[in-house]
């Protein structure tokens, strides 16, 4: 596995070009109102891609008003459901057609294998279009038997402008689970793309217009989070946010929607989520399974296994064999065929893994494997596994976010119970166990949002996702996520004859 390091010295090319790197309002690629632009790196290099337009509060006006505009006077809130279902069809065949080079750019920007933004992650952002285009024509009210000789009916109507915010991790699949139910429920968006990763949101949208949405009704701006995000959070014409992210922006995002005008707001935040590996199981597959759950993704996932509980029994045996299996993990250039593991996003996000991987040690916990960066070049970080791990050591607590997996001794099942819901998170939880018994105690002991028992990260479109306590406020994905972006009106006429 080190024996790659030396060829990170020098990046594979991709097999891609940028072709937009302006702000996309109205239909337009433009540049930002100020004229800046912000340089998007390479985090297996640290060398620029592209410079980008920087929008800030003056663009969130402009992306607003188009926005409004296309909602106010259409035609797409206007237009019938199945003509909206047809554009988004269109689009996610669009999608599918141009997948590599989608993938190739979206590797490109945020480093993740070439191979899964291919295979894993641009079909899934596919699948959720075709699911939510699915629902279009599907989205209606009640009639309702109230008392009294009345006529009584709810419409679902769109909420109007939706202002969303995305992360870096997953770039176009947040760009799907957001922007999917919000068309589809007939609404205009502004998206602001995550600084690290505005390229592939760019290049989407492009193909969105060429399947025939409307100018306006999505419009993409590219900038950092205290200028162009509070911007949208603060904006009074903006109806409802949705933002993923960390927990403490989250908490500034929902204060400056309550100071401006009380847009609804649904957050998508951190977790700590635990993975349970029960008395009764195969080692060989658990060790398999808590390894994909924490390491997928460079560790950057917020549902991330990131507390791996093992119970005493089987312990020593994982804790030899999870060792093995980082040991075993193929880290390298991300556009390389075999590679699980690429580098960081940023510089930033680097320095913050190492600085956990420092408190680890330095609290007594053991390093097992890993423990340093990988190579000279870019932002690649060696798979690292830390045993003795205890609950209030920082390392147990805070969300990492990079390839470290935490690996922590249990007696039995009401301990393990009290010390994963002992998180101000509650976003997700793995359990491995084929007793039923101790499978259906877990899945409704657990405080977290999604209980996945001998799987991990099954993300179908169908399934909602979402977390309890500072894990976030509401469901993405699946029938829920309607809900955050339609608005209900009850309609009632008295009936002159009630007898008809
Ligand atoms: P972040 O929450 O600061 O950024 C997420 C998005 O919010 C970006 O688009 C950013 O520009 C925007 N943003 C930042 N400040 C804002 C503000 N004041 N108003 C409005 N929008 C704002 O996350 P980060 O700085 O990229 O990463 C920090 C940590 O967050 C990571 O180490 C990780 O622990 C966590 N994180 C979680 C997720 C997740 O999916 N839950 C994703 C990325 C990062």
Redesign the pocket.
């Known amino acids: 596995r080190y024996s790659t390091a030396a060829a990170l010295e020098d990046p594979i090319k991709p097999p891609v070009s940028v072709q937009y790197s302006k702000l996309l309002i109205n239909g337009q690629f433009v540049d930002a109102a100020s004229g800046k632009t912000f340089p998007t790196l390479d985090p297996r290099s640290g060398e620029v891609i592209a410079h980008v337009a920087e929008g800030d509060a003056e663009d969130i006006n402009r992306a607003v008003a188009a926005a409004r505009k296309a909602f106010d006077e259409g035609p797409w809130p206007k237009m019938t459901a199945y003509e909206r279902q047809k554009i988004m069809l269109r689009f996610a065949d669009l999608v599918e057609k141009h997948n590599d080079e989608i993938a190739a750019l979206e590797t490109w920007d945020n480093g993740k294998p070439y191979e899964q933004s291919a295979q894993i992650e641009i079909p899934m952002f596919v699948r959720l279009f075709r699911y939510y285009a699915g629902w279009a024509d599907k989205i209606h009210g009640l009639t309702i038997p109230a008392d009294g000789p009345l006529h009584v009916q709810t419409l679902h109507e769109p909420i109007g402008v939706a202002g969303q915010?995305?992360?870096?991790?997953f770039p176009l699949l947040m760009f799907a689970w957001k922007v999917g139910p919000a068309l589809a429920c007939g609404n205009s968006v502004v998206l602001?793309?995550?600084?690290?990763t505005p390229l592939s949101a760019l290049l989407v949208s492009k193909l969105f217009h060429e399947a025939g949405l409307p100018d306006g009704v999505l419009n993409i701006v590219s900038g950092?989070?205290?200028t162009a995000?509070?911007a949208?959070?603060s904006h009074m014409d903006v109806d409802k946010l949705a933002?993923?992210?960390?927990t403490?922006?989250g908490k500034?995002?929902l204060e400056?929607a309550a100071k401006s005008n009380l847009k609804s707001v649904t957050l998508?935040?951190?977790?700590k989520s635990p993975f349970i590996v029960c008395e009764d199981a195969d080692v060989d597959q658990a060790v398999e399974l808590a390894h994909f759950s924490l390491f997928f993704n460079q560790g950057?996932c917020?549902c991330a296994g990131s507390r791996t509980f093992v119970h005493e029994k089987v312990y020593d045996e994982f804790l030899e064999k999870a060792k093995a299996r980082a040991l075993k993990r193929t880290v390298g250039d991300p556009f390389k065929a075999g590679i699980e593991q690429g580098p960081q996003i940023d510089q930033e996000?680097f320095e913050?893994i190492l600085k956990y991987i420092k408190y680890g040690t330095e609290s007594g916990a053991t390093l097992e494997t890993g423990g340093d960066r990988f190579g000279t070049k870019g932002y690649y970080i060696q798979p690292t596994v830390f045993s003795n791990v205890k609950d209030d050591m920082l390392i147990a607590k805070d969300?990492i976010?990079g390839p470290v997996q935490t690996v922590l001794k249990f007696k039995d099942l009401g301990e393990v119970i009290q010390r994963a819901n002992n998180s101000r998170y509650g976003l997700a939880a793995g359990v491995f166990t084929h007793n039923l018994d101790t499978a259906n105690t877990l899945m409704r002991a657990l405080r977290v949002g999604t209980v996945w028992i001998n799987c991990f990260d099954t993300f179908d479109a169908t399934i909602p996702f979402g977390g309890y306590k500072m894990s976030g406020i509401g469901r993405e994905k699946g029938e829920y996520s309607l809900k955050n972006y339609l608005q209900v009106k009850a309609v009632v006429t008295p009936l002159k004859n009630p007898a008809w």
């Open positions: 915010i995305i992360p870096w991790n602001k793309t995550a600084e690290q950092f989070g205290p995000g509070a949208l959070c933002f993923t992210g960390s403490d922006t500034i995002v400056l998508e935040l951190g977790g950057q917020c996000q913050k969300e976010f």
